[in-house]
């Protein structure tokens, strides 16, 4: 799993490319959570176009960093969710959380 982050006019977005599982999301969180810290975004852009795999690790990746968010006036998007991956996100309830963008954008 790969994670590329880029910060601009106060959107950090985070490419997500592979897959998303116990194994790998340790390393996502920490890498995301030092990003949210250092530039304090308005906005976070969870791309997930390319992730291939995801459980319920994912769903918990996705709150975790909602938590961190919110406390700093924040807000989510998940962008390029589609088919399963979205199927999977919305049954996790994330809708409540975060909003749902069709295109992802590199």
């Known amino acids: 799993m790969a994670v590329r982050l880029n910060f601009e006019d106060g959107v950090l977005r985070a490419v997500l490319d592979g897959e998303i599982d116990h194994h790998s999301v340790q390393q996502m969180r920490r890498e995301i959570d ?21 459980d319920s690790s994912g769903i918990g990746l996705v709150m975790g960093r909602y938590r961190l968010l919110h406390g700093m006036g924040g807000k989510i998007v998940i962008s390029g969710a589609a088919g399963k991956l979205e199927k999977i996100l919305r049954i996790g309830g994330l809708e409540k959380i975060a909003s749902f963008e069709k295109e992802g954008k590199e």
């Open 34 to 54: 030092d990003a949210i810290v250092r530039t304090s975004p308005k906005t976070l852009v969870l791309d997930v176009r390319r992730v291939s795999f995801m």
